[in-house]
Nanobody, 128 residues
Framework: QVRLVESGGGPVQAGGSLRLSCAAS?????????MGWFRQVPGKEREGVAV???????SYTESVKGRFTISKDNAKSTLYLQMNSLKPDDTAMYYC?????????????????????WGQGTQVTVSS
């Protein structure tokens, strides 16, 4: 059973930075998964934020391009989301997600919120 545990969220002022981490365990055949981050604001639908596929290619939702960077450290089984130049609109609960499959990052961005495996979330609150 895949288990994902997020950390790194918190309050930050606009323009600031945070790095989210996601510790993953329970994988077999790690190269057959794509992973990513989605976020959710109460009353709104989940939004795919960033995805990294098994080959290391990445994809981002338009609103975070140039500000967020997704990466993974296979040796540590950890996924990261570096978030710079944060804006109040980035305020949300951020979830790490993983799904078995061979989708490319671009293909997976729209469906990462529907992934089979996701963590408990970490809250990011950006104040103006």
């Amino acid at each position: 059973q895949v288990r994902l545990v997020e950390s790194g969220g918190g309050p930050v002022q606009a323009g600031g930075s945070l790095r989210l981490s996601c510790a993953a365990s329970g994988y077999t055949n790690r190269n057959k998964y794509y992973m990513g981050w989605f976020r959710q604001v109460p009353g709104k639908e989940r939004e795919g934020v960033a995805v990294i596929d098994s080959g290391g290619s990445t994809s981002y939702t338009e609103s975070v391009k140039g500000r967020f960077t997704i990466s993974k450290d296979n040796a540590k089984s950890t996924l990261y989301l570096q978030m710079n130049s944060l804006k109040p609109d980035d305020t949300a609960m951020y979830y790490c997600a993983a799904e078995r499959g061979t989708m490319t990052a671009i293909q997976a961005l729209g469906v990462i919120p529907l992934a089979r495996y996701w963590g408990q979330g970490t809250q990011v609150t950006v104040s103006s």
